[in-house]
T-cell receptor, first 116, second 114 residues
Framework: GAVVSQHPSRVICKSGTSVKIECRSL??????MFWYRQFPKQSLMLMAT?????????EQGVEKDKFLINHASLTLSTLTVTSAHPEDSSFYIC????????????FGEGSWLTVV | DAKTTQPPSMDCAEGRAANLPCNHS???????VYWYRQIHSQGPQYIIH???NNETNEMASLIITEDRKSSTLILPHATLRDTAVYYC???????????????FGKGTHLIIQP
C-alpha cells in the first residue's frame, strides 16, 4: 500500500508557542490530504481537508486561524498549531489519497502533541 | 455517507478466525465498504474494501451480503498483533474525485486472547 509518514512522532511544546507537524506521501503524489485529531479513548475527528495548491477546508468548530494547514506540494502538507494551549494536547493524524491510490485513503503514523 | 453499526468489543482466541460484523442498512448503491484498524497509539491502517462482491487480500477477507446491508471482516488466523480497534466505514469512492474524508465511528475493539 501507499506510505504516508509524519514528523515528529512526539513533540512537547510550551503553552503559547507554535508547533508544526509535517505529513509526507512517500511513494505517491497526494492530491488530497486530511488532518484528524484524536483525544484519548475517543475516535478520530476530521479537522480539515486540503487539496494541493488550494486553501484547506475546515470542519465545523475547527479554528482555521489556530490550526494552519499548508499543502504546498503534492507530497507534503503541514499542520501548524499556533499559540498552543494544554487543551490542544492530542494525537494528530494525517492521511492522503490520490488517483494512484484509487481513492483509498492511507494514514500516517500520527503525532503526539503535549502542551505544557 | 451511510452510518454503520458495530459491536463495541469482541474477543477471539489466538489462531482462530476473527469475524467482525458491521451493519450498514442505509448504504447507497455507489457506496463502498471500507475497513481500517487502529492499533494503540498508531495511525489507522487500511485493511480492505469492497462494493458488492466478496474480497480477499493478504490481510483479510470481506464478505458482503447480497442486499449489501451488512458485511463481515474475517481475519483467518488471528494473532496477538491483531488486537486493535476495527472500523467499518461506508463511503462513495470516485476514481477521479471524492475528496471527502473518512467519518470514524467507535469501531469494534477486538481483543485476541492467548
Amino acid at each position: 500500500g501507499a506510505v504516508v509518514s509524519q514528523h515528529p512522532s512526539r513533540v512537547i511544546c510550551k503553552s503559547g508557542t507554535s508547533v508544526k507537524i509535517e505529513c509526507r506521501s512517500l511513494d505517491f503524489q497526494a492530491t488530497t490530504m486530511f488532518w484528524y485529531r484524536q483525544f484519548p479513548k475517543q475516535s478520530l475527528m476530521l479537522m480539515a481537508t486540503s487539496n494541493e495548491g488550494s486553501k484547506a477546508t475546515y470542519e465545523q468548530g475547527v479554528e482555521k486561524d489556530k490550526f494552519l494547514i499548508n499543502h504546498a506540494s503534492l507530497t507534503l502538507s503541514t499542520l501548524t498549531v499556533t499559540s498552543a494551549h494544554p487543551e490542544d494536547s492530542s494525537f494528530y493524524i494525517c492521511s492522503a489519497r490520490s488517483l494512484f491510490t484509487g481513492n483509498t485513503i492511507y494514514f500516517g503514523e500520527g503525532s503526539w502533541l503535549t502542551v505544557v | 455517507d451511510a452510518k454503520t453499526t458495530q459491536p463495541p468489543s469482541m474477543d477471539c482466541a489466538e489462531g482462530r478466525a476473527a469475524n467482525l460484523p458491521c451493519n450498514h442498512s442505509t448504504i447507497s448503491g455507489n457506496e463502498y465498504v471500507y475497513w481500517y484498524r487502529q492499533i494503540h497509539s498508531q495511525g489507522p491502517q487500511y485493511i480492505i474494501h469492497g462494493l458488492k462482491n466478496n474480497e480477499t487480500n493478504e490481510m483479510a477477507s470481506l464478505i458482503i451480503t447480497e442486499d449489501r446491508k451488512s458485511s463481515t471482516l474475517i481475519l483467518p488466523h488471528a494473532t496477538l498483533r491483531d488486537t486493535a480497534v476495527y472500523y467499518c466505514i461506508v463511503r462513495v469512492a470516485l476514481a477521479g474525485g471524492g475528496a471527502d474524508g473518512l467519518t470514524f465511528g467507535k469501531g469494534t475493539h477486538l481483543i485476541i486472547q492467548p
